[in-house]
């Protein structure tokens, strides 16, 4: 019992640094750096993808053996879209200023490969339960890493901290904590003005780029192994790929079909 739990301990917490999904594996960077401008955003659309990512770890699991091995990819997207749809019509329903300020990402989890990548990499494999904490667990990590970049981008690109926090408050009651709406650090007419290139896709690749040097220098010191990018390989549909059956990569196929 004690090394299930130490178990299950373990697959929790590897996605908050060892293998953070942005920061460490570097997946779903496309909504990383396109809703990372604030925090709020980050808060949102995180707690939307470990909503799908439990949900849909879960069900995969719980058909693992049923779901045919030729046509498992295309029922995982169909079991992923499926939660994405419902949370969604939740978001549209009760937050719609912050479904709004996601726009097109929020659907855009359905191919999001830290979900895909989950599914077909843990939860097509193990346990429910240990499925659901992996689920779990990826989906903190992707939530603390979006809030990193959000509030070091929010704050020195608006000058402002949560701004817009009333988005996600009105869940609670339309005057929730006296109609608090975030802070101002930096006011646009001070004597310090706002950076604005940080709220900017510019800004975005920089700030990517710095915390993902912090956090695999913090994994190294903690013994983990150096994260490298493993080209087509470390892609979780390399088993059925074409191209890497001819011994070759996809920018590597691109070459060729361009000569």
């Given at each position: ?124 494999k ?99 192994p150096?994260?490298?990018?493993g ?29």
């Amino acid at each position: 019992m004690a090394d299930k739990k130490k178990s299950l301990g373990k697959e929790f917490t590897k996605g908050l640094l060892a293998e953070n999904p942005v920061l460490r594996l570097v997946l779903g960077t496309c909504p990383t750096l396109a809703v990372s401008t604030s925090v709020v955003n980050a808060i949102g659309m995180g707690i939307s993808a470990l909503i799908v990512l439990v949900c849909s770890n879960v069900v995969i699991s719980l058909l693992r053996k049923v779901i045919p091995s030729k046509v498992r990819i295309p029922a995982y997207i169909v079991i992923i879209a499926s939660f994405v749809t419902i949370v969604q019509m939740i978001v549209k329903a009760f937050v719609p200023a912050l479904d709004a300020a996601l726009g097109v990402f929020l659907p855009l989890i359905v191919v999001n490969c830290i979900i895909l990548g989950r599914a077909e990499a843990f939860a097509g494999k193990n346990s429910v339960i240990a499925s659901a904490v992996d689920g779990l667990g990826m989906g903190v990590g992707f939530t603390i890493a979006l809030c990193c970049m959000a509030s070091v981008r929010e704050i020195l690109g608006a000058g402002t901290f949560l701004s817009g926090a009333q988005n996600l408050l009105v869940l609670f009651g339309e005057n929730t904590l006296g109609g608090f709406n975030g802070f101002t650090l930096i006011p646009q007419d001070g004597v310090i003005s706002p950076m604005m290139i940080f709220i900017l896709a510019p800004g975005g690749f920089f700030t990517f780029g710095v915390l993902m040097a912090c956090a695999n220098k913090i994994a190294e010191r903690k013994g983990k192994p150096k994260a490298e990018l493993g080209g087509c390989k470390a892609c979780p549909m390399a088993k059925n790929c074409a191209i890497l059956a001819e011994g070759k990569e996809c920018g590597e196929k691109k070459e060729d079909e361009q000569a």
